[in-house]
């Protein structure tokens, strides 16, 4: 699907080196020329890796319009789930795509429960979570059908948004339907862009005015951020103690704490004092439910819990310590740690547990969690407050791992003596060589590493352990990407 050059060309990035200054930079393409690198697939490969958070886009509509259908034709895979029942309800509810050369997330909405009260309040619900995280927004329409009802109310739940929207007419499967999506214009949202999803057809200029109205992900930019209070998801299953943590945290009771209220309500960011600094809390704590409607439910709580880590710097995951790490559990780490935010762990009603579930709770965390065995850890009673103030010390020690920089000289002498004691392993005869790398970013930190060959990847998280054994980055995810020597002849 990325068959269309950059409109703009490479100018913007002429003189952005990702984390390196001028003199480094300098002295960097002097050794990848050395080591037979082109010079553009180096700036290629730290530019890929070296971009901030990515933007994102949501795609909305009411049920059995092709939204999922959509998502796949983007993403150029059939990765979101595809049925004619709707409400087929998923975990992963962001996906990475390109196109143009430009790269974004897209939030699919397709997977949601159809009967949580009625129609038109369970459209509402999950528009109105998916808008909160996007940048831009597709609005799906079915121009067989025209706009119903339905299709008003996202209307004007879009206006009150305020985000860009591309009207997206889908189902126009020739020239025929194409006066069906012009009714579209009706809508009062701008042009309707008559697509067939299942097909193909159009969606390369539907994406093309993606692309207008979607921000560039922005420029690297190392060091704190900029102003304003950090930004804190508390996450975690229902029920798990978010909205009690919460009024613990803020000292009073601003979230309804209520199994049983109703399901739409505005997102609320609080800002709380804590630790001598002020923090802003994302919420992702008032996923209301009937228990009768747990399917929806969970969709609903996978929709919210991506929204909140789009927009947070740091996830605190909650877990209830009283029972069996839970597949859902992993899965809501899994999305923190895919979404490249800062990690802590926080395990609720530490204080019910004894001896015994205490050294059983150990050996779980070991073997369910052991791929985040770096974030930090807190043991917490959201109901009587005990250990709340440690959240604060583990969060700033999350956020500082988020945003360590290796200066490239550093790196590349640990590089040098980590290859020559613990080279990688021969394999069909060859032995690929680490020839070099650079930190291409923060938040987490991404590191480029050029080598001879393909690195399986054993040796890449081999890599990445003892990254972190000499540099710490606590509580961050790490990116790893290596560009390998194109064979171009041989050089002296």
Not at 235 to 264: F, M
Not at 370 to 381: D, H, K
Request: hydrophobic residues 40%.
């Amino acid at each position: 699907m990325n068959d269309h050059s950059q409109p703009d060309g490479s100018a913007a990035h002429e003189h952005d080196h990702g984390a390196l200054g001028d003199a480094e930079y300098a002295e960097f393409m002097e050794l990848a020329a050395e080591e037979g690198f082109d010079r553009e697939d180096v700036e290629g490969a730290i530019e890929a890796a070296g971009h901030g958070p990515l933007p994102v886009l949501a795609v909305v509509g009411r049920p059995n319009v092709g939204k999922s259908t959509l998502v796949n034709r983007i993403i150029g895979r059939r990765e979101a789930v595809v049925e004619d029942k709707p409400g087929v309800t998923r975990d992963r509810v962001t996906y990475e795509a390109e196109w143009a050369g430009r790269r974004f997330k897209v939030v699919d909405t397709g997977g949601w429960e159809q009967d949580v009260l009625g129609i038109d309040a369970s459209v509402a619900a999950q528009a109105e979570y998916a808008i909160e995280a996007a940048d831009a927004v597709v609005f799906v329409v079915d121009a067989k059908v025209g706009a119903t009802d339905t299709d008003e109310a996202v209307v004007r739940l879009l206006r009150k948004a305020g985000k860009p929207v591309v009207l997206c007419a889908n189902k126009v499967d020739g020239p025929s339907g194409e006066a069906d999506a012009a009714y579209l214009w009706s809508l009062g949202l701008g042009e309707p862009y008559p697509v067939s999803a299942l097909h193909g057809r159009g969606t390369g200029d539907m994406l093309d005015q993606v692309l207008e109205v979607l921000p560039d992900a922005p420029a690297q930019t190392f060091g704190t951020a900029v102003g304003g209070p950090r930004r804190v998801a508390l996450i975690g299953r229902p029920n798990v103690g978010k909205s009690s943590l919460l009024n613990k945290v803020a000292g009073e009771e601003r979230v309804v704490v209520n199994e049983l209220a109703g399901t739409t309500r505005d997102p609320v960011d609080e800002l709380i004092e804590l630790g001598g600094r002020t923090w802003k809390f994302v919420d992702t704590a008032g996923i209301r439910k009937r228990v009768h409607l747990q399917q929806g439910a969970d969709y609903y709580a996978s929709l919210r819990t991506a929204a909140a880590v789009e927009k947070a710097e740091v996830a605190v995951v909650l877990i209830d310590a009283s029972e069996s790490i839970s597949v859902q559990d992993q899965r809501i780490v899994t999305m923190a740690v895919e979404a490249g935010r800062a990690l802590v762990l926080a395990f609720n009603k530490w204080d019910t547990l004894d001896e015994e579930r205490r050294y059983y709770l150990e050996r779980e965390i070991e073997t369910e969690l052991g791929q985040v065995a770096w974030a930090p850890r807190v043991n917490v009673s959201a109901r009587t407050g005990r250990h709340v103030e440690k959240l604060v010390p583990a969060i700033e020690t999350a956020l500082a791992g988020w945003e360590t920089r290796v200066p490239t000289g550093r790196l590349n002498s640990f590089l040098g003596e980590l290859v020559a004691a613990h080279p990688h392993p021969v394999r069909g005869g060859k032995q690929p060589r680490i020839l070099f790398g650079t930190q291409a970013g923060t938040k987490p930190p991404r590191f480029v590493l050029f080598a001879t060959g393909f690195i399986e990847a054993g040796y890449r998280r081999f890599i990445e352990r003892r990254l972190r054994e000499e540099f710490g980055f606590e509580g961050t995810p790490i990116h790893i990407s290596v560009r390998v020597r194109e064979r171009r002849g041989k050089k002296k």
